[in-house]
C-alpha cells in the first residue's frame, strides 16, 4: 500500500479564465479559412470576377452606347390660315382640331361681290377682244387701199410715159413741118395731166401706208387693252378662288375663330393649321455629339404617353448651337465670361406615328439615340 502511494501521479494543470496560453494553442493547432476551405474561396473569387465581367458587360452594351436628353420635343411647321379678301363668312364646314385631307373646305366668304366683278371684268374682256378685231379688219382695209393706190400709181405712170413720147414725137413732127402747133399743145397738156396724174397716185400711195400704220397703232393699242383687261379677269378670278380657303396638306385645324355671319377684313387670320408632317427637335450636349451621325436608330418615349413606344432615326444635327440662332444670340467677348455646355438641336424623324394619339406640337418627349452599334 505504501508502495502505490508512493508512485508519482501525472501533474494535471488548471487553466485559470482569461489565460493566453489556451488561445494560443488553439490558433497554433487550427488552419485558415483559406486553408480549410479552399474550393469555396476559389469558387467565390470567380463569382466575383464573374459579377465584375457581367457588370462591365451590361454597362457596355445597355448605357455606353446610348445618348439620351429630357430636352426634346415634337415640333412641326405649324402657321395661321388668313383670308386674301374682305367678307362675311357663308360657311364653315369644319370644327376646332378636326383632322382635314388636302383640298378639303375650311372656310368660305359669300363671293357674290367677287363674282359679279369676275364678269365685269370678262365683259371687258370682250369689249377689248372686239377692239383687236376691228383694228385687225381696219388694217387688212388698208392693205388693200395700198395695193389699190399702188395699182393706180403704176397706171399712171404708164400714162406719163407714153404722153412723154407723144410729146417729143409731136415736137419733133413740127420740127420737121410735118406737125402742128395744136398738136403740140395738146401732148403737152396731156402730159402735164398725167404728171399730175402720177403724184396723185404716188400721195395715195403714201395715204393708204400711214392709214396702215394708224390702223396697226389702234391694234397694238387695242392688244394692251386686252392684255390689261384679261389681267384683271384672271385677278377677279383669284379673288373669287379666294372666298374659299382649302387645306393645302393634310393636317388639323386648331384655334378656330371664324363663324358664319362674320365679316373677315383681307389678312385676318381665322385659325392655326398644324400639318402631319411633325418630327422630334432634340436639344443635346454638345458633349453628347461625339459620335452621333445622321441615320442612327432612336427609341422614343412620349410623356403623355409612355405606354407607346416608337422608333426613329437621326435625320440632321443643327451645325451650330441653339443661342446662336436666337432671336438675341449670346457675347462671349466679354470679360466675365464663364464656359457654359452648349445644347445643339438635333432633328429626329419617326417611322411610324400612332394614329389614335393626339400628337402635336410642344409636347414633351424623351429620345434615345444608339450612338454605337451594339456587339
Not at 375650311?106 to 383694228?135: E, H, M
Amino acid at each position: 500500500m505504501a508502495s502505490k502511494n508512493n508512485q508519482t501521479e501525472p501533474r494535471i494543470e488548471r487553466i485559470r479564465p482569461g489565460d493566453d496560453r489556451q488561445t494560443d494553442r488553439t490558433e497554433e493547432k487550427r488552419p485558415s479559412f483559406v486553408r480549410r476551405h479552399p474550393l469555396w474561396v476559389l469558387l467565390g473569387v470567380v463569382i466575383l470576377a464573374a459579377l465584375i465581367a457581367a457588370a462591365w458587360l451590361g454597362w457596355l452594351i445597355y448605357f455606353h452606347p446610348y445618348e439620351s436628353t429630357d430636352d426634346a420635343f415634337i415640333d412641326a411647321r405649324s402657321f395661321s390660315l388668313a383670308m386674301k379678301v374682305s367678307g362675311y363668312v357663308s360657311e364653315v364646314p369644319v370644327t376646332d382640331n378636326q383632322h382635314v385631307q388636302a383640298g378639303q373646305v375650311i372656310l368660305k366668304i359669300d363671293p357674290r361681290d367677287y363674282q359679279i366683278a369676275l364678269d365685269q371684268a370678262d365683259g371687258q374682256v370682250n369689249v377689248a377682244s372686239a377692239a383687236v378685231t376691228s383694228t385687225g379688219a381696219q388694217i387688212d382695209a388698208a392693205t388693200a387701199a395700198i395695193d389699190v393706190a399702188k395699182a393706180q400709181q403704176n397706171s399712171a405712170s404708164a400714162a406719163l410715159q407714153y404722153a412723154q413720147q407723144q410729146a417729143s414725137r409731136q415736137q419733133q413732127l413740127v420740127k420737121s413741118g410735118s406737125g402742128s402747133v395744136q398738136a403740140v399743145q395738146q401732148a403737152e397738156s396731156t402730159l402735164q395731166q398725167s404728171q399730175a396724174s402720177l403724184a396723185q397716185a404716188e400721195a395715195n400711195v403714201t395715204s393708204a401706208l400711214k392709214n396702215k400704220a394708224v390702223a396697226e397703232a389702234q391694234k397694238a393699242s387695242a392688244a394692251a387693252s386686252l392684255s390689261q383687261a384679261q389681267a384683271q379677269a384672271e385677278e377677279a378670278q383669284q379673288n373669287l378662288k379666294y372666298t374659299t380657303i382649302v387645306a393645302a396638306q393634310p393636317g388639323r385645324v386648331v384655334r378656330l375663330t371664324g363663324a358664319k355671319g362674320q365679316y373677315i377684313e383681307a389678312g385676318q387670320a381665322i385659325s392655326m393649321f398644324v400639318p402631319d408632317e411633325v418630327w422630334i427637335t432634340a436639344n443635346f450636349k454638345e458633349t453628347q455629339l461625339t459620335d452621333m451621325r445622321p441615320g442612327q436608330p432612336v427609341d422614343v418615349t412620349i410623356d403623355a404617353y409612355p405606354d407607346h413606344k416608337l422608333h426613329g432615326r437621326v435625320a440632321s444635327i443643327q451645325p451650330g448651337s441653339g443661342t446662336v440662332f436666337s432671336l438675341l444670340p449670346a457675347e462671349n467677348a466679354t470679360g466675365n465670361y464663364v464656359k457654359v455646355t452648349q445644347r445643339v438641336p438635333v432633328k429626329i424623324v419617326v417611322d411610324n406615328w400612332p394614329a389614335d394619339l393626339s400628337i402635336g406640337p410642344g409636347m414633351s418627349v424623351v429620345p434615345t439615340v444608339t450612338v454605337r452599334p451594339r456587339h
